[in-house]
């Protein structure tokens, strides 16, 4: 048996502290979560990424209530006009669908095609730029030649696209698969819908 001072003994002891240190790297390898890669989105030039979502405070402003003038007989008008040919409006007991109210926010239930899902419009304005992307709920940003901004998202439970319009108005569209993400990038790119329009 070595004693303490004995080289054996020493050499012994390095290789347990080694293998240990070794085992403690491994393992801490394989706990720690990686850093996401960075997301990119194409035509966003400023994308923010998931992991600085929870540190960022955004406030998203829209209207507490329509202004005076705003004509929600003529907006809804303009939605219903907007929806693909073949499209059925559900009727509801509790409420007119696709009908914008005092917040300029309209909902109803609609078919096509043998599918039926819920669609939901909401319109506001604002003096500020479209702003960044945030990555998980942009997939794609066009920016037309008037400088119109569309900002696109699709899954398998429905699209959503927002429009910022020159004029400050946002056009806001989300829809169940029951619509394609073009045939929602058409409602929120009707003329009607925008706020001054």
């Known amino acids: 048996m070595a004693s303490p001072g004995d080289p054996k003994?020493?050499?012994?002891?390095v290789v347990v502290?080694?293998?240990?240190?070794?085992?403690?790297?491994?393992?801490?390898?394989?706990?720690?979560?990686?850093?996401?890669?960075a997301v990119s989105i194409p035509g966003c030039a400023?994308?923010?990424?998931?992991?600085?979502?929870?540190?960022?405070?955004?406030?998203?402003?829209?209207?507490?209530s329509a202004p005076v003038g705003f004509d929600?007989?003529?907006?809804?008008a303009a939605l219903v006009g907007a929806l693909p040919a073949g499209t059925t409006v559900e009727p509801d007991a509790m409420f007119p669908p696709l009908t914008f109210d005092f917040q300029a926010s309209a909902y109803g239930r609609i078919s096509l095609g043998g599918?039926?899902?819920?669609?939901?419009?909401?319109?506001?304005t604002s003096d500020q730029s479209a702003g960044p992307c945030f990555a998980g709920y942009?997939?794609?940003?066009?920016?037309?030649?008037?400088?119109?901004?569309?900002?696109?998202?699709?899954?398998e439970r429905g699209s959503r696209v927002e429009v910022y319009?020159?004029?400050?108005?946002?056009?806001?569209?989300?829809?169940?698969?029951?619509?394609t993400v073009q045939q929602v990038t058409d409602i929120a790119?009707?003329?009607?819908?925008?706020?001054?329009?």
């Open 115 to 124: 599918a039926v899902g819920d669609l939901d419009v909401r319109l506001s």
């Open 165 to 179: 319009g020159t004029d400050g108005s946002i056009v806001d569209v989300s829809a169940d698969p029951v619509l």
């Open 9 to 13: 003994s020493v050499w012994s002891t």
């Open 72 to 76: 929600a007989a003529a907006k809804s």
């Open 138 to 155: 942009v997939d794609e940003r066009r920016t037309l030649s008037d400088g119109t901004v569309v900002d696109l998202k699709s899954s």
């Open 17 to 37: 502290i080694f293998g240990t240190v070794a085992a403690g790297v491994v393992v801490a390898g394989l706990l720690h979560d990686p850093q996401p890669d």
């Open 189 to 197: 790119m009707t003329p009607g819908l925008r706020w001054n329009s």
């Open 46 to 64: 400023e994308v923010v990424q998931p992991e600085d979502m929870q540190r960022i405070n955004y406030a998203f402003v829209g209207p507490d």
